[in-house]
């Protein structure tokens, strides 16, 4: 059972379009991580969110984690090709007994 | 900046050979963490380490991986007797982790992964 759902799994936008990608979970989560990973590298975290109803922003990047903490969001505006990548959410159940990844968003800015 | 170093970055052999995976995590960093990552199934948890001591290791099948940590400075991933549905990247990342902190709301540092290939 996949605890961790990622949508869109592919997404294909051009540059200085805005997009959303999400983070589902139907367990509660008691915080969430988000990862950028580049082909041949490993992920790069980008930001832990553990309050619920918490919006993180990182320059164009927005992040936001569920009041219910069981899902997150990741918007970005204004998208450039160096955002291309594969996004991925992680983190560890409010039992604390598993820590997962989500399958990822594997995003494509075009210019 | 520092970094975790995963060697060797590249592993081609045929299947029943012993693989050995090394990683070098950050200094002063006290969790070591192994995944590995394939298509079907994405980033995977194998196993965790701290200061040296194994967490959990449910995420690895035991009859073939074992996990070690010889000193805070290196830790190994072994494969014996490997298998193709063994090919993989495998990734070592590294944390530090405070007493009474959760591990999850810590970053965890990535090594570029050693990509595997049974054949």
């Known amino acids: 059972t996949q605890l961790l759902e990622q949508s869109p799994q592919f997404l294909s936008i051009q540059e200085g379009e805005n997009l959303t990608v999400y983070c589902n979970s139907s367990?509660?989560?008691?915080?969430l991580q988000w990862y950028r990973q580049e082909p041949g590298e490993g992920p790069v975290l980008l930001v832990t969110?553990?309050?619920?109803?918490e919006v993180k922003k990182l320059k164009r990047l927005t992040f936001q984690f569920g009041d219910a903490r069981k899902d997150s969001s990741l918007h970005i505006t204004a998208a450039q090709p160096g955002d291309t990548g594969l996004y991925l959410c992680a983190g560890i159940d409010n039992y604390g007994q598993n820590f997962v990844f989500g399958p990822g968003t594997r995003l494509s800015v075009l210019p | 900046d520092a970094r975790v170093t995963q060697t060797p970055r590249h592993k081609v052999t045929e299947m029943g050979q012993e693989v050995t995976m090394r990683c070098q995590p950050i200094l002063g960093h006290n969790t070591v963490f192994w995944y590995r990552q394939t298509m079907m199934q994405g980033l995977e948890l194998l196993a965790y380490f701290r200061n040296r001591a194994p967490l959990d290791d449910s995420g690895m099948p035991k009859d073939r991986f074992s996990a070690e940590m010889p000193d805070a400075t290196l830790a190994t991933l072994k494969i014996q007797p490997s298998e193709p549905r063994d090919s993989a990247v495998y990734f070592c990342?590294?944390?530090?982790?405070?007493?009474?902190?959760?591990?999850?709301?810590?970053?965890?540092?990535f090594g570029d992964g050693t990509r595997l290939s049974i054949l």
């Open positions: 990342a590294s944390g530090l982790v405070s007493d009474g902190e959760v591990t999850s709301n810590q970053p965890q540092h």
């Open positions: 367990s509660v989560f008691s915080s």
């Open positions: 969110v553990v309050t619920g109803g």
